[in-house]
């Protein structure tokens, strides 16, 4: 066990983009759990857009985390000392923790602890079965109703919700497949490796026109990633009856609450008789089995993969959590604490 627990400490809260200039770096001593706490080595983090909004003043599903406090994140971790009869030394387990070697933590909150199986390598806990991939499910299949001979769309395409949703549509037999990415290394993977039938480069592509020319029946589910432009120009392609899903909207930083103009094109909704609708994956949890039953089918069957954006080392986290909105990763952004075996 490392005898120094080192964190990234929230100093700043950014006002744009969220770099390493916003946290300090602190080393101190390794805490000790209390009656009803665990120790919790950290293994893991996942790295996730909503993160930006937690450094907002503004509470929203969740409090922010504030000034002093280390960095909130998703993690895998390793219990060490346990003082909570639910946990014993050794368990290995995923919660919402923070950038640090060590975490005392009773188990509660609004993402309590889970135990996790070692039947398959725990970065699928953040892969295969993370969190992105059930937001890409439920959110392509029960509100983007999405069923066989759909032609889909999808933004953000190459990252990790995107990525699933693209290999999902595949598995329920969507008709076409089109990803939205920034660059063209990111649209050649989403063809050659990601089981995307064509892709589309925001960066420099003609979004509206090339989807017309793609799609040129319209488009019955669009699950959108990033709102902004990509949403405008799916809008005037929609075909008649579509489906938009409103997954995120990075496109605009999510640097405040107070986002960019919403879409110029919603009137296509009435012309379509179309639907758009948010959502949160966090509200689909009964239908959790089903979802881990079927993504599991699809990986034994080798149709279902998520490809891991691996970082190795604790002081690269600002960095890494920057990359999500500079368009770093492909697939599922994890970085590994330390260089150890697990
Ligand atoms: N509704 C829910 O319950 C729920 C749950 C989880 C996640 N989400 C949302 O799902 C989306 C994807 O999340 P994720 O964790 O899977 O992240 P991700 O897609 O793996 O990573 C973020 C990606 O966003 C793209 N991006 C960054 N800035 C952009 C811009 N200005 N315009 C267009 N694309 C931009 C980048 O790809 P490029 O290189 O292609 O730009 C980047 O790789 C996010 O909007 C997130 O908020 C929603």
């Not at 990111?186 to 892709?199: S, T």
């Not at 669009?222 to 990509?230: R, T």
């Not at 938009?244 to 909207?249: A, E, L, M, P, Q």
Request: charged share 20%; aromatic share 10%; glycine share 12%.
């Amino acid at each position: 066990m490392s005898e120094v627990n080192r964190q990234w400490i929230l100093k700043d809260r950014p006002t744009d983009l969220v770099g390493p200039e916003h946290f300090e770096w602190k080393e101190g001593e390794v805490p000790e759990p209390g009656d009803g706490e665990v120790l919790i080595r950290t293994l893991y983090f996942s790295f996730d857009p909503t993160q930006r909004g937690w450094l907002h003043t503004e509470a929203s599903y969740v409090p922010p985390v504030q000034i002093g406090e280390p960095m909130r994140a998703g993690a895998i971790g390793q219990v060490v000392k346990s003082k909570n009869p639910e946990f014993s030394e050794g368990d290995y387990i995923q919660g919402t923790l923070s950038w640090q070697d060590y975490v005392v933590t009773d188990g509660s909150g609004p993402f309590p602890l889970q135990k996790l199986s070692t039947d398959y390598p725990l970065t699928y806990n953040m892969s295969v079965f993370g969190l992105t991939s059930l937001t890409a499910y439920f959110g392509l299949l029960e509100v983007g109703e999405m069923k066989e001979g759909d032609v889909v769309l999808i933004s953000g395409a190459a990252g990790a919700t995107g990525s699933a949703a693209g290999q999902i549509a595949k598995n329920k037999g969507a008709k076409q497949i089109v990803g939205i990415a920034g660059g063209a290394e990111k649209c050649k993977w989403l063809v050659e490796e990601g089981g995307f039938d064509a892709a589309i480069d925001y960066k420099s592509d003609d979004i509206a026109a090339k989807i017309a020319e793609l799609c040129p029946e319209g488009v019955d589910v669009y699950f959108d990633n990033v709102g902004g432009p990509s949403l405008d120009a799916a809008l005037l392609n929609l075909a008649m009856g579509a489906r938009v899903v409103v997954c995120g909207g990075i496109s605009s930083g999510y640097s405040g609450w107070a986002v960019p103009e919403g879409p110029k094109n919603y009137m296509q909704l009435i012309l379509k008789a179309a639907k758009m609708e948010g959502f949160l994956v966090l509200n689909y949890m009964d239908k959790l089995p089903q979802a881990i039953a079927d993504l599991g089918a699809w990986h034994q069957a080798g149709t279902f993969k998520v490809p891991e954006h691996l970082v190795e080392g604790l002081e690269h986290a600002p960095e890494t959590l920057q990359g999500l909105f500079t368009g770093k990763n492909i697939g599922k952004a994890i970085l590994k604490v330390t260089d150890s075996n697990v």
